[in-house]
T-cell receptor
Framework: KQEVTQIPAALSVPEGENLVLNCSFT??????LQWFRQDPGKGLTSLLL?????REQTSGRLNASLDKSSGRSTLYIAASQPGDSATYLC????????????FGTGTRLKVLA | SQTIHQWPATLVQPVGSPLSLECTVE??????LYWYRQAAGRGLQLLFY??????ISSEVPQNLSASRPQDRQFILSSKKLLLSDSGFYLC?????????FGQGTRLTVV
C-alpha cells in the first residue's frame, strides 16, 4: 500500500530558528512530490514541486530535497517567522499503475514571536 | 492560465439531505481530477480520482459518489448525508507536473 507520513506531527519553535520538516513515502516509484501550506480553515497553497529527476528545489527561505532511494523528502525553512505558522503537507504522485496523489499527515508548525 | 473553481465555499445541510459539490477546471484539457476530504484535525483523505470522462475510481467505501460528465467538470454527490460526512472537501486537478487545488467547501451536516 502506498503511504506518505510526516514527522513531527507538531512543532513549536522561537522566531529565527532554522527548521526541517520530514516526509516519508513507502514506494520509491514516484512521479513527483509537492509541498503545500495550509492555514487554518483554508485551502492549500503550493510551495515547492520536485520532479522525480530532481534532488532539490528552492524558493526564498524554503528548500525542499528529495531522496527517492530512501523514500524521503525534507522541507527546510530558514530564519522562521511567525507568519510561517501553518500546517505543512507533502503529497506524492506515484507512478506504479495509478494516478493517485497521496497526502502525508501534515506537520503543524507554530513559530513564536 | 490554469485555474480551478469549487463551490460553494460553505454549506450546512441536515442529515438525510442530498449533496452536490461541483468543481470545474480551466486552462487545461484531460486533467486528472481528485476529490479529497479533511475531517477536523485530520489529514487529507483521497476519496475519488478520475483520469477521464466517466472514469471514476473510489478510494474508500462511503456514502458519497463522484461523476465526471465533462472533461473539466467533477461532481461529488450524496443521496443522503450522514453526520460523519461533515468536513472540508477539496477538489484538485493535476496535469503533467504540479497539482492545483480549489479553495474548498466546508460542509457541516446537522
Amino acid at each position: 500500500k502506498q503511504e506518505v507520513t510526516q514527522i513531527p506531527a507538531a512543532l513549536s519553535v522561537p522566531e529565527g530558528e532554522n527548521l526541517v520538516l520530514n516526509c516519508s513515502f513507502t514506494d520509491s516509484a514516484i512521479y513527483n512530490l509537492q509541498w503545500f501550506r495550509q492555514d487554518p480553515g483554508k485551502g492549500l497553497t503550493s510551495l515547492l514541486l520536485i520532479q522525480s529527476s530532481q534532488r532539490e528545489q528552492t524558493s526564498g527561505r524554503l528548500n525542499a530535497s528529495l531522496d527517492k532511494s530512501s523514500g524521503r523528502s525534507t522541507l527546510y525553512i530558514a530564519a522562521s517567522q511567525p507568519g510561517d505558522s501553518a500546517t505543512y503537507l507533502c503529497a506524492v504522485s506515484f507512478t506504479s499503475g495509478t494516478y493517485k496523489y497521496i497526502f502525508g499527515t501534515g506537520t503543524r508548525l507554530k513559530v513564536l514571536a | 492560465s490554469q485555474t480551478i473553481h469549487q463551490w460553494p465555499a460553505t454549506l450546512v445541510q441536515p442529515v438525510g439531505s442530498p449533496l452536490s459539490l461541483e468543481c470545474t477546471v480551466e486552462g487545461t484539457s484531460n486533467p486528472n481530477l481528485y476529490w479529497y476530504r479533511q475531517a477536523a484535525g485530520r489529514g487529507l483523505q483521497l476519496l475519488f480520482y478520475s483520469v477521464g470522462i466517466g472514469q471514476i475510481s473510489s478510494e474508500v467505501p462511503q456514502n458519497l459518489s463522484a461523476s465526471r460528465p465533462q472533461d473539466r467538470q467533477f461532481i461529488l454527490s450524496s443521496k443522503k448525508l450522514l453526520l460523519s460526512d461533515s468536513g472540508f472537501y477539496l477538489c484538485a486537478f493535476k496535469g503533467l507536473a504540479e497539482a492545483f487545488f480549489g479553495q474548498g467547501t466546508r460542509l457541516t451536516v446537522v
